[in-house]
């Protein structure tokens, strides 16, 4: 893959702000890219904006990648230590000639680029403090002295090839008059530092990279294999926001998304392998080696997100799912819940339901007692005389039932729908009221098995009791 050997990769967040699916999608290209040819997966915190930085958004970054099962190797690395290494490249930099003190202000500069515009050129520093021999003072930056021709051409792992004029990139500035490094130098000086063979990043970091080639080369370090990912859209084709339902990481977990269906969505938001949609993690990691990146954006589709967390929910064993159901079950206070019944009750609900949140709610009253249970508004006034007839008839047969599983069950229903003459709703939704409080659930003789002989009796029980009319008192006749 590459002439140093093993492949390393690296994600490189600023933390500004809560790890987003933009920043989340890089980080899974790269941690594959790496796994996939046995290499390296490094990460490294980009805190040099101290004003913008903030530890709560780092903390909520690093816990995204976990949760996302995101494992780098080493320790992160936080570019806001590392100050003395960045300036020490520049000295090395100004003693050989590629980088000079610039005594130029802001305001200065601005005044070059807008007589550039006036006159129709590329609106840029002229260089006029390049030959002066100026150093260090108050108010002085260091500069680049880049190549004032020829072109920076590299083989862009999504793009191909691409080249730029050198002679259209100013003398960029390294280090500011404050004595901070700029981003496009602290990132090579890491990027070299980390041995890191495979830069991928989104397309907006495009125009940087010929700038960064010339920062290597006066380094005289060696360059990676740069690829440039398109941006992720909302549907409409614009910018992604919040108003395409796009969130923060964090918050997808907080929805009850299983992290291997988040992942499996935002590797396919960029990425193919034929008309396949579903991959587990084992496959992702066989399967992407760098190519097929898309060189088109991709649209964020939250319902597509939310078919493929169902897809996942629906094939994963139930053993996997409970440790990730239990934050959810906590919420209705049912985390202690008998591991064996919630097992059953997972098998009974992972083909019915899109999200882990959705699974607890549905979950939920086939894990209360019967004393406990609630029910939906109307659900209890849907049971008229004829429906608790058949709830009292089938709770004797059930009592009796000699086997108390699910076909035992479907047949004892069965035999008193047949032998009743009516359709199945006329019992399966008294039932279903009874033992969930909903006229809507899931198959009712597995949720009677599920739930065990004494529950589903209590259940029968409690809304027979519920619903039985109260007797009205006898009025004595009036004496004359």
């Avoid at 108010?139 to 004029?165: Q, T």
Wanted: net charge neutral; proline share 6%.
């Amino acid at each position: 893959m590459n002439a140093r050997g093993k492949v390393v990769t690296r994600f490189a967040p600023s933390p500004t702000g809560h790890l987003h699916i933009g920043g989340a999608r890089t980080a899974v290209f790269c941690m594959l890219l790496a796994r996939h040819y046995g290499g390296r997966f490094l990460l490294r915190i980009e805190d040099t904006d101290l004003e913008r930085s903030r530890q709560e958004y780092t903390d909520s970054i690093l816990a995204s990648m976990r949760r996302l099962k995101l494992d780098w190797d080493g320790d992160p690395i936080f570019q806001k230590d590392r100050f003395d290494i960045y300036n020490s490249g520049i000295d090395r930099l100004l003693a050989s000639g590629h980088a000079y003190w610039c005594g130029c202000s802001p305001e200065e500069v601005e005044a070059m680029r807008e007589k550039a515009r006036s006159e129709g050129k590329k609106p840029r520093y002229d260089g006029r403090c390049r030959t002066l021999g100026l150093g260090p003072g108050p108010g002085r930056s260091v500069r680049l002295a880049a190549p004032r021709e020829g072109r920076i051409e590299f083989d862009d792992m999504v793009k191909g090839h691409l080249s730029f004029d050198a002679s259209e990139l100013d003398d960029m500035i390294l280090r500011r008059s404050d004595g901070s490094p700029t981003y496009n130098f602290s990132v090579v000086v890491d990027d070299a530092a980390m041995n890191v063979t495979h830069v991928l990043r989104g397309d907006d970091h495009v125009n940087n990279t010929p700038r960064q080639i010339l920062i290597y080369r006066a380094l005289g370090a060696e360059l990676p294999v740069f690829g440039h990912v398109p941006m992720i859209l909302g549907p409409d084709r614009q910018k992604l926001s919040k108003r395409h339902g796009a969130k923060a990481v964090i918050e997808y977990d907080k929805d009850g998304l299983l992290p291997d269906a988040l992942v499996n969505y935002l590797v396919r938001l960029g990425w193919s392998c034929g008309d396949r949609e579903i991959f587990d993690r084992d496959e992702l990691v066989r399967l992407f080696d760098g190519n097929n990146l898309n060189r088109s954006p991709a649209a964020f589709d939250p319902q597509k997100l939310l078919w493929v967390n169902a897809e996942h929910l629906r094939r994963a064993a139930p053993e996997t799912l409970l440790p990730e159901l239990l934050p959810f079950l906590r919420e209705y206070g049912l985390e202690k819940a008998d591991e064996k019944l919630v097992l059953a009750c997972i098998r009974i609900l992972q083909a019915r339901v899109r999200t882990l949140t959705d699974m607890a709610g549905q979950m939920r009253p086939l894990l209360t007692p019967a004393a406990g249970l609630t029910y939906e508004s109307g659900a209890l006034e849907s049971l008229t005389p004829e429906a608790r007839r058949h709830l009292a008839e089938l709770r004797g047969r059930l009592a009796g039932a000699k086997d108390f599983d699910r076909d035992a069950l479907h047949a004892v229903i069965q035999a008193h729908v047949e032998e009743k003459d009516v359709k199945f709703k006329a019992v399966g939704q008294p039932l279903r009221v009874a033992l969930l409080g909903s006229v809507n659930g899931p198959d009712i003789a597995q949720v009677m098995q599920a739930v065990g002989r004494d529950d589903a009796l209590a259940k029968l029980d409690r809304a027979l009791e519920l619903t039985t009319p109260m007797r009205q008192p006898q009025h004595q006749a009036r004496l004359p």
